[in-house]
């Protein structure tokens, strides 16, 4: 079979056949199993089974269907495939609202969560954040925009919790942050909690990171003429290192600045 013409068949076979080669990634099951885990008639099972055996990805051991290597990484990657492109469907909306130069890497939305913004009350898609954030004891990220909701939550919880805090800003949003919200950052010990990195670079969205004890969790906040649109946020240590080496690449190529108050 020539490889273009494989690799053609095998997707549509994955597409197809997806049911099937699920069942026997659990275990290997014989024709009659097959009939009763996945429901379809008996022929429907056989014309499944051709096809996959066609495309190398089951073969049959006694009377039992098992997958073969390529089987099982075709299945593994297809799952995958699945999970981000429902990503991609939840989040069309809010995705919509970037430039062309912001990157996201599909990682990020295999399993997302979405928080789409009402158009009437923006800021109540930073509400489910927010209530993580409650439980973080180190949070780091970029901050294109300043958003009263949350920082006053975050000052808030730096006094109250000792949350500590690193933000990578643009030089224009820090002036605008330390304009309007001198009289809090004045307040005694906060300033010790925040560690600020000003760039020349411009953000395309406030992604963070939150540090918390059972697992950390890394969130993309989208804004739309200076608002919010939506937020997006996922657990899973592949979107988290993804996350962490994004946030990083920003932080490393901004400068470290200090904040004298009065106390």
């Not at 939840?90 to 430039?99: H, P, Y």
Request: net charge negative; hydrophobic share 35%; with cysteine.
């Amino acid at each position: 079979m020539p490889e273009m013409g494989y690799c053609t068949e095998l997707r549509e076979t994955l597409h197809k056949r997806h049911e099937v080669l699920a069942a026997l990634a659990t275990e290997p099951q014989t024709k009659p199993q097959l009939v009763e885990t996945v429901g379809p008639s008996r022929s429907t099972i056989d014309r499944a089974i051709s096809a996959l055996e066609d495309a190398d990805c089951i073969e049959r051991i006694n009377s039992n269907y098992h997958l073969t290597p390529v089987g099982r990484i075709s299945h593994t990657e297809h799952e995958r495939y699945i999970k981000t492109m429902d990503g991609v469907s939840k989040g069309k909306d809010v995705l919509n609202a970037l430039s062309d130069e912001a990157p996201i890497d599909p990682t990020f939305l295999n399993g997302v969560d979405v928080q789409t913004a009402n158009p009437h009350v923006p800021e109540s898609a930073l509400q489910s954040s927010i209530t993580h954030l409650e439980s973080t004891d180190r949070l780091v990220g970029l901050a294109p925009v300043v958003l009263s909701l949350y920082t006053d939550t975050l000052t808030d919880l730096v006094k109250n919790n000792g949350l500590q805090t690193e933000i990578v800003l643009h030089e224009s949003t820090f002036n605008s942050l330390l304009g309007y919200y001198k009289d809090r950052f004045s307040a005694m010990g906060v300033t010790d909690h925040f560690t600020f990195y000003v760039t020349e670079h411009d953000l395309p969205y406030a992604l963070w990171i939150m540090e918390r004890d059972e697992h950390p969790l890394a969130g993309i906040t989208i804004h739309e003429k200076g608002g919010v649109r939506g937020v997006l946020m996922n657990d899973s240590p592949d979107a988290v290192a993804w996350a962490r080496k994004e946030y990083e690449q920003y932080r490393d190529q901004a400068g470290r600045v200090t904040v004298d108050l009065p106390q």
